[in-house]
């Protein structure tokens, strides 16, 4: 099956319906009819969905691990990272984060579920490394850089709540050579709960496709 052949809206809304029924089974207390009722259900969806698996190869731009068209709008992350583990409208396990470009500057909000506990009542150390990572890998495509996580360095200030709204900032510092540098930080309200900086290997011009 080709891309081309996908119906998105249809994909994108069966994400947000997985990402729904992950935070129901994360949390449920249901007697033991419901999970073998649920249980039933979810089997025979995977079952309905299995002879259409695609075999890969597999990347958070696309659905067949083709690298983003060059005539794409690297301004909108959201746009070019659809399958992205962090900020993918189409992969149920990302977090509900939504990034948005202004002048430069990639600024993001999410709240955070259940999914993403780590300490009571507060998202997993990872969880916030991965969405700052992602964060600061956007920064570059809106520069024009193709690069790779070569350091990252996380400062956790304060803990970070789930059922919280949270903010997030990031922009570039400067090249040198193949290497990009960047920096984004993330708070709750005024409270700056974590903050990152990160150094990105652009690869040799003939290791680029």
């Known amino acids: ?124 150390g990872g969880v916030i490394a991965a969405v700052l990572d992602e964060l600061l890998g956007s920064v570059n495509m809106v520069h024009g850089v193709g690069a790779f996580t070569g350091t990252l360095t996380v400062r956790y200030r304060a803990p970070t709540p789930l059922h919280e709204p949270v903010r997030l900032e990031g922009h570039q510092t400067g090249t040198e050579g193949r290497k990009s540098f960047a920096r984004g930080a993330m708070w709750c309200g005024d409270t700056l709960t974590a903050e990152a900086e990160g150094v990105f290997i652009r690869p040799p011009e003939g290791d680029r496709d």
Do not use: K, W
Not at 9 to 37: F, I, K, Y
Not at 73 to 82: G, I, R
């Open 1 to 124: 099956m080709a891309q081309t052949e996908l119906d998105v809206e249809l994909l994108e809304s069966l994400n947000a319906t997985c990402r729904r029924v992950m935070e129901r089974v994360r949390t449920t207390g249901a007697p033991a009819d419901a999970l073998a009722q649920a249980q039933a259900a979810l089997e025979r969806v995977e079952a309905l969905l299995a002879p259409h698996a695609h075999p890969g190869p597999f990347a958070q731009t696309s659905y067949d691990g083709a690298a983003p068209h060059p005539d794409s709008d690297f301004s909108d992350p959201m746009a070019v990272f659809p399958y992205s583990p962090m900020v993918g409208a189409r992969n149920p396990i990302a977090p509900p984060v939504e990034f948005r470009v202004e002048d430069g500057v990639v600024r993001g909000r999410v709240c955070f579920g259940p999914l993403y506990a780590g300490p009571p009542r507060s998202v997993h």
